[in-house]
Every structure is written in C-alpha cells, then in structure tokens.
C-alpha cells in the first residue's frame, strides 16, 4: 500500500537563522531580529518529522523553552493546565522524578512538550509545517502529537484523551499488582543483528504460541491477561521491548537461553506500566469510546483529512480513512509498535531523506538514524532532532540549507 504525497509548488518566505545585528547565531546578545530569505520547496527532498514516547520524561524540560520563548509558550502552558484541570505544568517544571513518572503524568507532559516545541518552531521561526513537511509519525506515544501535527486531532482533544489514556493504563497496571503482585513493565532486547532479531522474533512467538493471529491456540488466547508476555515493540533491525510481568519475562528469558540458543542483551525501561499487551485492554476500550464520541456540538473529534499523512503505529503504514485511524489509534493500546517497518516504508518506499525529532529525548532520533543514517549519510538529507532552543536553531539551518538539495 502506497500514499500520494502532493509534492510543494509555492515559494516559501522562510526566515533564516543568521541575526541581522551580528550574522550569526545571536552571538551578539541583543533582541533576536532575523533576515528572511526566500527559498523555493518545489524540489525539496521528502521529509519526515517524528515525535518521542514514553520514558524520554524529564523534570524542568520546558522551562528552558519558556526561558528562552516566554510569549509564545507561556500561553501554552496555561492552555495545557486549563485543558486539564490539574497543574500539569507545575509537575513538569518542579515536580519528583516520581511524580513525573507516574502515566497519568508522564505521557501528557510528554505529547505536551513535544507539541510545544512544534509550536515555537512554527511561531518564532516561521517555520511552515505543510509547505515544509511531507509526512508525520510518533513512536507509540507520540502518535497523539503526530496527529495533532499532521491536523488530525485538536491539541485540546489529544491532551485530554492521553491523560485519560494513562489513568486507565496506570489503573491497569495497580489492578494487575494487586492481583498477581510483583513487578509489571517492559524490556528491552537488543540483537547482535537484523537476522538474529528476527530469528529472536520468530523464537518468542513460538514459545508465546502468540507469533500471528493464524498461529494462536485456544489455549493461548484463554490465558488471563495478566499471565500473558507480549513484543511491545520492534523498534529496529537489532532491538524489539517485551511487555508484561517482570518474572514471566525472565522466565522466558531463561527459556530462550536453554532451549533457543538466544542470549540477547536486555534492559528493563523506566516505565511503571506494561505498555502494548493485554493488560491495557480497558485502556483500548476507552480510546474506542472518546473516538467514536460526537462532540457536544455534534462534530466529530477526528478531522479528516488532516494537511499530511500520518503513519499508524500498529500498521506502519498511513492511514487510510477516518474509520481506520479511530480504530487502529485506540488498538495501539494492546499491539505492538511497528516502528522499524514504519521507518523502512518511509526510507524505502517513499524515499523520505531528512527526519526530524521533535521532543524531549533523543531516543527516537537514534533509533530513525540507526536504520537510515544520520547527517551526511544522503545527499540533502539526514537525521535531526530538537530538544533544546539551540538545536532548534541548528536544524532550522540545516533545513533552509538542505531545502533544494536533490540526491544524486
């Protein structure tokens, strides 16, 4: 399945990044007074802009955008605390690392920085996202602040629907504790290389009985959510992230050492929920209940089309209609991410040469340049990611500079 991307013909007034007082990068230190220069888009490469999941959370990660941008995201700020009726805002600027952590917490703060972010680019650097920008995608996550990019969702709609999200996904995971006790979470596997991944892939759906919807037994199926392991993720050709109890994942580790042959280096994530498996089914069946909602007014809460396409975690692929996104958006609750597919479509189907990540962390932009390379690696093209003002300013550049800048 392929998508139509309409290609810019518009010239484009894009301010540069070189400071009128100085030349440079406000080296001179007074107010920021940009030159405009005009480029055409009509022969851009394709581009790609990305957001970040879970765990790329940190205390103070807005404050040095406010510092930095105070009349732009002020109003933000006050916009995501009066969008939730909670200080938000006070959690992520001064709260514990606990406090943050929590998934009622993490995942809003999340989508709301990283669409703040957005903002600044498109206020303070005129920074036009569709005449700049040929496709979005999120990482789990950051599927919500994809589409509210991509002008599928309201940012009040996704900021609302991702608290809510990971209240019931918290509960869940209280719920599953209190049953079961132990520790419930996520894994991350990481492979010698692309054929052992897969081969890993391969072993743990046979050991699960849970490799395809073909292959599932009853007995599979019958077993309580709670019992169950699941792949949350691929994420690249040499990593994949495990979902579920912490014991019956080493347990399951142990049996793939003795009896598969697979001794993976692993790592448990920073996460108090086991995201993408059964467990979060209650949290699927919210999702499908705000998105099939009308609102008060009687409109509906997805717009459709958005300005871009916007590729679906669970299939890898963009979404085809307004049906398809409601439901594949709230099954992405249970299934497993297919970021590796979705960037090798966009990499070599689609023949997107520069990536942008915007939002906290650098997790998505490394995992993006492991599989496409990163700056250099193609002609006009390459692999960036703004988490700070100063980045911000340096991917501006490299994008104005790499605008008309065809591969050979």
């Not at 732009?72 to 709260?95: F, H, M, N, R, Y």
């Not at 520069?354 to 993006?368: F, T």
Request: glycine letters at 10%.
């Amino acid at each position: 399945m392929s998508v139509s991307l309409l290609p810019a013909k518009r010239l484009v007034s894009i301010p540069s990044r070189r400071c009128v007082e100085c030349g440079g990068l406000r080296q001179c230190g007074k107010p920021r007074r940009w030159m405009s220069s005009t480029v055409t888009d009509a022969k851009r490469p394709k581009t790609a802009i990305f957001f970040p999941g879970q765990g790329v959370q940190r205390v103070g990660m807005a404050t040095p955008w406010l510092e930095a941008f105070p009349r732009t995201v002020q109003p933000i700020l006050e916009e995501i605390d009066a969008t939730l009726g909670v200080p938000l805002t006070k959690i992520i600027e001064s709260g514990t690392n606990a406090e943050l952590t929590l998934t009622e917490n993490s995942q809003p703060a999340i989508m709301a920085t990283s669409i703040l972010i957005l903002r600044v680019m498109e206020q303070e650097f005129g920074f036009k996202l569709e005449d700049r920008v040929d496709i979005t995608l999120g990482h789990s996550l950051g599927e919500f602040a994809a589409l509210v990019a991509g002008g599928y969702l309201t940012f009040q709609d996704a900021l609302r629907m991702v608290r809510k999200r990971g209240e019931v996904m918290s509960r869940c995971s209280k719920e599953a504790v209190e049953q079961e006790g132990g520790e419930f979470g996520m894994v991350a596997l990481v492979c010698e290389s692309e054929q052992h991944m897969k081969s890993l892939v391969k072993g743990i759906g046979e050991f699960l009985e849970l490799s395809s919807p073909e292959s599932k037994t009853d007995s599979a199926v019958d077993i309580p959510a709670v019992e169950q392991v699941s792949i949350a993720n691929i994420n690249s050709k040499n990593q994949i992230v495990l979902s579920g109890s912490i014991a019956r994942i080493n347990t399951l580790m142990i049996n793939l050492r003795q009896f598969g042959g697979y001794d993976p280096r692993h790592v448990q994530l920073k996460s108090d929920s086991p995201f993408h498996s059964p467990l979060m089914k209650p949290a699927q069946e919210v999702m499908k209940k705000i998105l099939y909602k009308e609102r008060e007014d009687g409109s509906d809460i997805v717009t459709w089309p958005g300005i871009m396409p916007c590729i679906s975690n669970v299939s890898g692929r963009p979404f085809q209609s307004k049906d398809q996104l409601k439901d594949l958006l709230a099954r992405s609750c249970v299934e497993t991410v297919q970021w590796w597919r979705s960037i090798k479509y966009l990499h070599y189907d689609l023949k997107v040469k520069r990536y942008v990540g915007i939002g906290p962390g650098k997790v998505g932009r490394n995992l993006v340049g492991k599989e496409v390379g990163m700056k250099g690696a193609v002609k006009g093209g390459g692999v960036w990611g703004i988490t700070t003002p100063k980045e911000m300013e340096e991917v501006v550049r490299a994008l104005d500079d790499t605008e008309g800048v065809q591969e050979d």
